[in-house]
Each structure stands twice: as structure tokens, then as C-alpha cells.
């Protein structure tokens, strides 16, 4: 029994609440009254249409769907042409977690607001690319902190589970017996106690 | 590249910092935050309350054509959906810590721990103990102990090294084991399964 969740963004998933807190840019195309608190460049009562400013995922979603959109969603920088054409190049060199902490879940959303189909294509693309390196990486490192820097978080989700799984597999093709472990939260619980301690 | 886009200023950000909070500590339970959970329960109450009013001024300004307050309800109303999100999941997400703690840990939380929890887990906790023992009571003749052999025992025997000054711990059949830290002893597999998991002794595998 694991704390882990499943990985399809589910209503209680802190990874999914998270990625849908990261900033879209966006122009008003309606006032809004009494709304003027989210600009931070005016005093203003309220949100004058034509006003640009970066808001959370969750927001726009609610803002851009109905008859009348309140805001028209731009695509963010790193999902833009220019920053396409550095993953079309080569996607393993990138280090993704600069480009987005949530790239991959993030962009499945700012897919919805493209409709040329480009980001879609490029999350394959660069998901496919880098998946041979990264269970390479899974399987030939040991306890390297450095080689996942360059991960975003879905990838290094997938990194933690692969390379506890072949270090599992070592050990049981060592030696077949399972031995006994102290449980994962009481071990954190000891580590913790030790700190205080010191 | 100029910045043509400002940050939207921080508001409606307090539930966030719980899903935060969480986040931060994997495989531990922070302290409960009351103060900030009750402060999203009024961000929540607030926002609430102006939706309704500017629902009513709408509906009155229908008919003079003025200004629609429709955005700014959706604007506020997404904001109430997300408070709410946040709240379920900080909840959610401590129950399912808490309830892994009373597999790993027993049925008995060390004090420091007991304390992060707040009085409404405590009792989640207890009733959550009672209903798995009680489920275990039920199963076969004489009821199982689902919380060990969590791996397939291979020997009846195990050898184990002690980790702390435990003291005297009694066997089912009676004889008295003296636990001391650094000491050795060879000991039935499921005596020493609940002793290993709670961390008292290392299981040697040579």
C-alpha cells in the first residue's frame, strides 16, 4: 500500500493541482467590474477589455469556454514556434525542467489552445524521444542526483519508479529471499528524529 | 523578448499553499494547518456571498442594458471551485497518509506524529484501527493477521540484529528475550516481522 496515486490526473492529484496553477497569457476581451485586484499595474476598480495578464490554468479554463469568452488564451513561450524547433533539433540535449516544472501535463492542457495541433505533436515528439534515454538512464544509474536535473516532473515520477524496480530486481537476482524491511514511513520518521537530535 | 504580460496578482492563493505544504513533505504528515484551512473556509464564504449579490444587481441590470457582471461571477466562481479542490484534496491526500501510517507503524502512533494529526483525524484513525481489526477477527475460524507475512516467508527461522535497547520482549511461547542493541539472535520469522517493520531489528540476509 503506497501513497502513490494514479498517474491519470484525478480530482485529489497534488501533481495535477499544481500544473494547472502554472500562468497562460492572456487578453481580456470583455470589462470585467470589480475585478480590478488582479492587475497588479493599475488601481483601477475594474478589468478594462484589451488588459494582458498571465493567469493561472484553472482560471482560463473557466474563463474561455462559453458563448462569450471573457479572455482569448495565447500559447506560452515554450510551447511557441521557436522554442519547438530547439526540441524538434534535439530533444534529449534540452534541460526540460528549465522549459516547465510540468511540461508534459501542463502542455496536454495548452494543447486545447492550439489549433494548429503543433503542441500535440511536439509533446509525442519529444515524450518519444526522450523515453529511450531516460529508462537508460533508469537502468544504468545509482543513486546519481545529477543525471535528473534535466527531468521534468512526469519524467523523473517515471525515473524514481523504474530505477527502484531494477535495483529491486538486482537484489531478488542476487539473492531470492525478499528480506524483511522497515517501513518506508517509519524509516522517514527515524531519519527526521536523528536530524533533531543533532 | 519584452515581457508583454504582467503576473496576475497573487490572489486566491491560500488554498494552494495546503496542496503546498503537502508537496513538500513526502512520506511525512506535516502539521495540520487550522489556521490557514479555516481562512480558505471564509475566502470561500466570502466569495460566496459577493457572487450572490452581483447575481441580484445583474438580474437588475438587465433591463438599463448596463455593464454584464456575468465574467466576474465565472471569474469568482472558478476560484470557488478551485478553493474547494485544494481543501478535498489537503484532506484526501492526509487520509491516505494516515491510513497508511496504520500499517507501517501499527495500531499505535508515536506521540510526535499524533500530534501533527488534528482531532478529527485522530478519531478517523481509531475507527479506521477498529474496523481492520475487526475485519480480521471475522476472516476464518480464528481470524488472520493481515499486517504480516507482507512477503512470502522462505524458513520458520530468521536471523535479525537488534537496533535499539529494546529490553525484554516475551515470545508467544513464553520464553523471555533479552534485546539489546548491536545483538544477534536467531528468532521464528513471525515473532520478529512486526519487530522489523516497526524498525527494532534489521533483518541479516547473508
Redesign the interface.
Known sequence: ???Q?SYSPN????DD??AT?E?I??KFS??????G?????SDEKDLKAGT?????L??V???ST?R?P?VVPELP?VYKEGYREILKADACAVDLHKFNLYYYEFGSYVRNFDRKNNVADILLHTFTTRFRHLMDLADNTFQDPNSIQKLDMLERKLFKEANEAKIKMNAWLK?S??????????????K??RVNVE | MALRYSNCRNVWRKALELIKELDRCTGTLPPYNSDLVSEVNNEIKHLIESNLEDARLDEENRSSGDVSLLPTIICRHSAIARNFRCLLAYHYNRLRCIRTMRWEFGGILPPDIKENLSQLELEWFSKYSNSLAQYMRSVGEEGINLTVNLKPPKSVHIEVRCLVDYGKYEMNNGTIVFLKKNTRHFLPRLECEELIRQGVFEHVVS
Not at chain 1, 529471499?177 to 527515524?190: K, S
Request: charged share 15%; proline share 9%; with cysteine.
Open positions: 500500500m503506497s501513497l496515486l480530482y485529489f492529484s497534488i493541482i499544481l496553477q500562468r497569457p492572456c470583455v470589462n470585467v467590474p470589480k475585478l485586484i488582479l492587475n497588479p499595474s494582458e495578464l498571465e493567469l493561472p484553472w482560471l479554463q473557466g474563463l462559453g462569450q471573457a513561450n539473492n529471499e525478499a528480506p524483511i524491511e522497515t517501513a518506508a514511513m517509519v524509516m522517514n520518521h527515524r527526521r528524529k
